[in-house]
């Protein structure tokens, strides 16, 4: 490959990284078709992914954490909510599991499992949200949320609006 040939790899390659993230992010664009519209987020629980649908055959994949066994779920809903380092107050599922849990952590704590944002999802039950476990992130690790790393969710938090429409698949 001549100059030219690695100078317009570079250029490819510096225009796809401001569109996917900052360097040192998971996420990336990746070829993606399906027929949901454009928008869509689309979670795989198998592979542990979430997929925000580009259009044209694109889509941007990030890395998640969803539920453990016995706590993952598929179906259809959406987005009914967009918060910024949100409270949490943990389900009755989680205190009788974890009953020295606080019945509120603040939002931004460090022990917060919410992380940075939180889109929660029609039905109130659950979320796609950022993390303080980011080792969690790529596993079968929550009680039926989402989790994301922080800069992840920062990112899809500013692509998406209430009423974006949500699909997990097994």
């Known amino acids: 490959m001549g100059w030219r040939g690695v100078a317009l790899a570079a250029a490819m390659a510096a225009v796809i990284g401001m569109w996917a993230g900052a360097p040192g992010s998971a996420r990336e664009v990746v070829r993606f078709t399906s027929k949901y519209p454009i928008g869509s987020i689309v979670i795989k629980n198998q592979e542990r992914r979430l997929y925000f649908v580009a259009g044209r055959g694109k889509a941007i994949r990030y890395p998640v954490a969803v539920g453990k066994a016995g706590k993952r779920w598929v179906g259809r809903t959406f987005v009914d909510g967009k918060h910024v380092n949100p409270a949490w107050a943990p389900p009755a599922v989680v205190k009788r599991d974890i009953p020295s849990l606080p019945d509120l952590i603040p939002g931004g704590a460090p022990n917060n499992p ?57």
Do not use: Q, W
């Not at 979320?127 to 079968?140: K, L, Q």
């Not at 989402?146 to 899809?156: A, E």
């Open 114 to 170: 919410m992380g940075k944002r939180a889109l929660t999802l029609a039905g109130d039950e659950y979320a796609i949200h950022g993390t303080n476990r980011p080792r969690s992130v790529g596993r079968f690790a929550s009680y039926g949320c989402i989790r994301m790393y922080n800069s992840d969710i920062i990112d899809l938090f500013d692509r998406v609006r209430v009423g974006t429409p949500v699909i997990v698949v097994p």
